[in-house]
């Protein structure tokens, strides 16, 4: 993916890893995309649509307002590790 560059996929959260991170199957990738995708990935948010930046959130905050529901990503990057960096919209 290109530096400065943000991807837009979509799909279903499937599991919450901890109150900032979670899996998701992959349903739709934008038509603009520089990175390339898994069937399913680990996303690290960034930013969660519709919260406070400094909002604390528990995993079971994170379960009620995201698992088994439909998100957009705004890819910024990967990080070391391979999960991606997004910003989130709940759909």
Do not use: W
Request: proline fraction near 1%; charged fraction near 30%.
């Amino acid at each position: 993916m290109k530096k400065g560059m943000e991807d837009l996929i979509k799909g279903t959260v499937i599991n919450i890893v901890d109150e900032n991170m979670f899996d998701m199957k992959v349903t739709h990738v934008g038509h603009t995309v520089h990175g390339n995708y898994k069937p399913s990935e680990r996303v690290h948010i960034s930013a969660l649509e519709g919260e406070s930046l400094l909002a604390k959130r528990s995993i079971s905050d994170l379960e009620k307002m995201i698992k088994g529901k439909e998100v957009r990503c705004h890819v910024l990057t990967r990080d070391l590790f391979g999960r991606l960096v997004a910003k989130v919209q709940v759909l």
